[in-house]
């Protein structure tokens, strides 16, 4: 029974191991429980600036740190999500959020990648189309001169 119960910790172990780690210290906590819950869905929403891809809940950055600060600050001024949303953006941009906006200029980048599909499918529909109506090549015969020429290189 001690050899399975190893394994069974070990597993156990390893599986913790994988599981997501938040960077949030324990100073940052919030004492009052909603708050601290908001604040971390705020957080799972923005961007690391350091670690690109990583939201700031999960990344050690020093400025990941600073902008779970300042949203627990806002939280606790009384803004509401949208405003703290709002203050980081205006702030740092657009980009510190993990799933932007499809409005405005971000509709051109958001379409982008569908219409570039689009447009090749029909190049490439069209090509094909056009190259299946041409005609076929036809091989002209060498002439007797051409031939001469073709028969002392390679003898050669």
Known sequence: ????????MAVLMLVLLAL?????????VLDDP?????ARDLSKGLRCLVCRNESI????????????????ERLVAGDSDDEVIAFVVDR????????PTSDGANMLLWAAGPIMLLLAALT???????????P???????????????????DE
């Open 92 to 99: 740092y941009g657009e980009y510190v959020l993990l799933r």
């Open 20 to 28: 997501p780690v938040a960077a949030v210290q324990p100073d940052e």
């Open 57 to 72: 809940d999960e990344s050690n950055a020093g400025l990941a740190r600073d902008l779970r600060l300042l949203v627990r």
């Open 136 to 154: 076929a090549p036809t091989e002209a015969a060498l002439t007797e001169e051409e031939r001469q020429r073709l028969r002392e290189l390679l």
């Open 124 to 134: 490439g529909f069209f090509y094909l189309r056009k190259r299946a109506s041409a």
């Open 34 to 38: 909603l708050l601290e819950e908001r």
């Open 1 to 8: 029974m001690t050899g399975l119960l190893k394994r069974f």
